[in-house]
């Protein structure tokens, strides 16, 4: 499992990850949302042991029973493809342009699993057959940019997968690709995780994708979390304002529902933006952009509740003035 237990990221006097608490066990498959700035990546670096080298840690963090989280790198690299492991947002960054999709995927084979040349090259192409990659032999010789974004993706995926990791964090493993394209990749993690029993932390901007892939979720704002709980609950019935934008700013459905001829209706938004990490409220993270937003909101940092079958952070829930 890993847990993380009022852990926080700070850099100076700012918090880019503030107290989170949150556990995820083989199996499970949690969802990460929130708008570009919230935290999702710092939240799937810290998991890794990957955070920004100015950031000080507090609090706990443990992976398979582990205190981690002031662990020397050569503890981190033990644990790191073999038990936890990252898919990146953009692939073309994450793999090497210069080297082969092979040498790229054997070399965690032969550091991690001591495996010889020929039985990593064996098990590269049977995991790029897994991923759904064709001709995987072909592939093994390639270079990144002779692969389609979604190719490219595939690959990526296998690299992650190559020493069997217990969890998986895919940090937005659809960005940049097409709509048909991502629902085909993200369909294929969670069948990986199905089939492995891997637990699955999957980061996104997309309520779409995190519906269809989670039965967890963590909403994020500031480097909080202000809600969490059941997916098909949370977004059926959100209890946190900030959760009740997002599902507002979706445009799905809007075009069903306009009348023939009708002039397109405007999307809802959100007011204002993410402020700057050394600009953030220091009571309510979403302080300024709120509905409902109290007095109280600006001094006081609402602490996760219950809130249906699962938690909200926010003053509304209690009764506070």
């Known amino acids: 499992m890993i847990a993380l237990d009022r852990f926080s990221v700070r850099f100076g006097t700012s918090a880019a990850l503030r107290e989170a608490t949150i556990s995820v066990a083989p199996g499970d498959r949690l969802g990460v949302v929130g708008e570009s700035g919230s935290g999702k990546t710092m939240l799937g670096l810290a998991m890794m042991g990957m955070t920004p080298g100015q950031g000080r840690l507090e609090g706990s963090l443990s992976v398979d029973g582990r205190e981690m989280a002031d662990a020397p790198e050569p503890r981190w690299q033990a644990l790191r493809a073999r038990r936890v492991a990252m898919i990146f947002q953009e692939p073309m960054s994450a793999l090497n342009p210069l080297r082969r999709i092979g040498d790229l995927i054997c070399e965690p084979l032969g550091v991690h699993m001591g495996m010889g040349r020929r039985a990593a090259r064996a098990r590269a192409a049977d995991l790029l057959a897994e991923v759904g990659l064709p001709d ?61 029993g891997m637990g699955l932390i999957l980061i996104s901007h997309d309520l779409t994708t995190i519906a269809r892939a989670t039965t967890r979720i963590a909403v994020m704002y500031g480097g909080d979390i202000v809600e969490t709980g059941p997916t098909r609950a949370v977004l059926s019935d959100p209890a946190h304002p900030y959760t009740l934008g997002l599902l507002a700013a979706r445009p799905a459905g809007i075009a069903a529902a306009r009348p023939p001829g009708a002039p397109r209706p405007r999307l ?54």
């Open 136 to 196: 995987p032999a072909l592939r093994l010789r390639q270079f990144p940019h002779e692969l389609s974004g979604g190719q490219r993706q595939r690959a990526l995926i296998a690299l992650a997968l190559a020493c069997d990791p217990a969890f998986l964090i895919a940090d937005e493993p659809t960005t940049a690709l097409d709509a048909h394209v991502a629902q085909r990749v993200t369909a294929l993690l969670v069948r990986l995780a199905e089939a492995r």
């Open 268 to 321: 809802a938004t959100i007011p204002g933006s993410v402020p700057r990490l050394a600009d953030l409220p220091e009571g309510c993270r979403f302080a300024g952009r709120c509905a409902i937003e109290r007095a109280i909101c600006a001094t006081r940092r609402p602490v996760l509740r219950p809130a249906g079958p699962g938690a909200a952070a926010c003053h509304a829930l209690e009764g506070g003035q």
